[in-house]
């Protein structure tokens, strides 16, 4: 393929570090998830043929840009994130969508006009609002601005409701203070039954004031509605009110949830939010939604579901403002020793943080160099300190600090520190073979490479909960590895878990042990 074609694949390889799956380990990630449940049947054989197109994938840049396009494509189901970023996402139906969301902008822009031209028109059923036509378009702008913030608030509320705001300084008091009191479960039920009436109520009178019985010709436009349209057209058009609920649909909810989804406490800063939560909270207290409390008493609550970790991975993000990308551990194993080379990939979300503090923990005697670390921001590589800040040392089991500073200034958003270790240990040592995951990462990638001069059982990895283990391990849980190549010299096994759970030790287990 000439190269002016490959222009995705390059910038596919330069942003693939920043994700550690340089070095062939994109294709111990692909291999290793081919057969997971993220892919439909079509995806892994797809999978399967770039694989043996690319054997070992150690250059990307090699690949078509339909073939990146695909994988960035799995790496988003996979890790919820793009390599490649959104601009980059295959364009298929792209064109399809600008042009669906066009035509129905002027759809939409046609309703509203439709719309204000029968109020102003007078055509209202409402007797009142048809003889005062400026009075209804009055009410209905206050009703929709009302049914504006009682959709907003709610997404507000609920998106928030488990967030710390506390570590982000710029908030204003008057969110925090609302924040402090919609956290617990019950005020939330109550504000959300309360917001539920006022909604049904804003929505009740909006659909009154703009029925319009009778009409025959669009409103606005003098145009006559076709008799193949007639009566049927306009009676659920316009005496029903769909399209006074289209209107309402767009302007006063879709659009007011799209932006508290993006900016919930922007949107508890507006005018009147706050009032708005109070009055929907009051609502409920008047007691006209007591019965639907009453229908559901004797309903049992479900279990608590704990925080999935995806969520947890992104608090963690959110909180310290960098996070774990990954974790690639690579062993192999040779006739007479052991080795490993551990890599995790720090990527900051936050610009100013003058240091990432990283722990390293070595189990069982192995010969061990320090890590080595490397700044990695856009194409560049700048300078970095760092300090071993303190060595712990229990039985067998050695634990290091170290603190990495850049040179000059302090990290950037986007910047990547790249932390590496190698070990070596005898072929048959156990303890070396455990890596406890202390913190949340993106995704964990396990991965053996043993000597076909050596004789190994099936190889496993098992993972102990270190918050429920037992001395009999009643909570391990133990998965195969599966093969993903071999070759003359070498067969390579692969383990790949997608934010994976924290404080779970992780021992691989092969020879008389596996």
């Known amino acids: ?35 997971g449940r993220d892919l439909t049947d079509s995806d892994r054989k797809r999978v399967s043929a770039i ?28 890790l919820e994130t793009s390599i490649l970023g959104p601009e980059n996402a295959p364009s298929i139906t792209r064109p399809i969508v600008k042009v669906r969301r066009f035509v129905f902008s002027i759809i939409g822009l046609a309703c509203i006009f439709v719309l204000i031209s029968a109020l102003a028109s007078g055509r209202s059923s409402v007797p009142y609002f048809s003889e005062n036509p400026a009075h209804a378009l009055v009410v209905v702008l206050l009703l929709m601005g009302i049914l504006f913030l009682l959709e907003g608030t709610q997404i507000s509320i609920a998106t928030l409701r488990l967030k710390d705001i506390d570590l982000v300084p710029s908030i204003k008091p008057s969110v925090r203070n609302l924040h402090a009191r919609y956290r617990s479960e019950e005020n939330v039920q109550h504000y959300l039954a309360g917001r539920q009436l006022f909604t049904i109520i804003t929505v009740f009178f909006i659909s009154r004031i703009c029925s319009f019985p009778d009409v025959a010709r669009l409103p606005g436009t003098g145009l006559a509605i076709p008799e193949l349209l007639s009566p049927w057209f306009s009676t659920i058009f316009f005496d029903f009110g769909i399209l006074a609920a289209l209107v309402a649909l767009w302007l006063a909810q879709l659009a007011p949830q799209f932006w508290a989804n993006k900016q919930p406490v922007r949107f508890l800063s507006l005018p009147l939010a706050k009032l708005t939560v109070r009055l929907s909270h009051a609502f409920e207290s008047s007691g006209i939604t007591d019965l639907g409390y009453a229908l559901t008493n004797s309903i049992t609550p479900e279990e608590k579901i704990p925080t999935s970790t995806r ?16 974790v690639s551990i690579r062993w192999r194993v040779g006739v007479d020793e052991l080795s490993a080379e551990v890599r995790e990939d720090f990527e900051f979300q936050r610009a100013g943080l003058a240091m990432l503090n990283v722990t390293e923990e070595i189990q069982g005697r192995c010969e061990s160099r320090k890590p080595l670390f490397q700044l990695l921001r856009g194409g560049e590589s700048p300078a970095c300190d760092v300090d071993e800040s303190e060595t712990l040392k229990i039985g067998d089991n050695t634990t290091r600090k170290y603190i990495v500073q850049p040179r000059h200034a302090a990290f950037e958003a986007g910047d990547v520190v790249v932390k590496t270790l190698n070990f070596s240990a005898p072929r048959n040592a156990t303890k070396p073979r455990r890596f406890y995951l202390s913190r949340p990462v993106r995704y964990l990638l396990l991965t053996l490479e043993v000597s076909n001069d050596v004789s190994i059982g099936r190889p496993r990895v098992q993972l102990i909960d270190e918050h429920h283990a037992s001395p009999a391990h009643d909570f391990a849980e133990l998965y195969s590895l599966d093969k993903i190549s071999e070759t003359g010299t070498t067969t390579t096994y692969a383990y790949f878990r997608s934010f994976p759970n924290t404080d779970v030790l992780y021992e691989f287990m092969w020879g008389r042990d596996g």
């Open 51 to 78: 694989l043996k197109a690319n054997p070992g994938l150690e250059d990307p840049a090699e690949l078509s840009d339909d073939d990146v396009s695909f994988i960035d494509g799995i790496i988003e189901k996979c």
């Open 1 to 35: 393929m000439q190269s002016n074609n490959r222009s995705k694949a390059r910038t596919f390889q330069n942003r693939l570090t920043r994700f550690g799956f340089d070095g062939g380990r994109l294709f111990h990630f692909l291999a290793s998830v081919q057969d």
């Open 311 to 326: 969520e947890t991975y992104n608090s963690y993000a959110v909180s310290n403002g960098y996070a774990a990308t990954g």
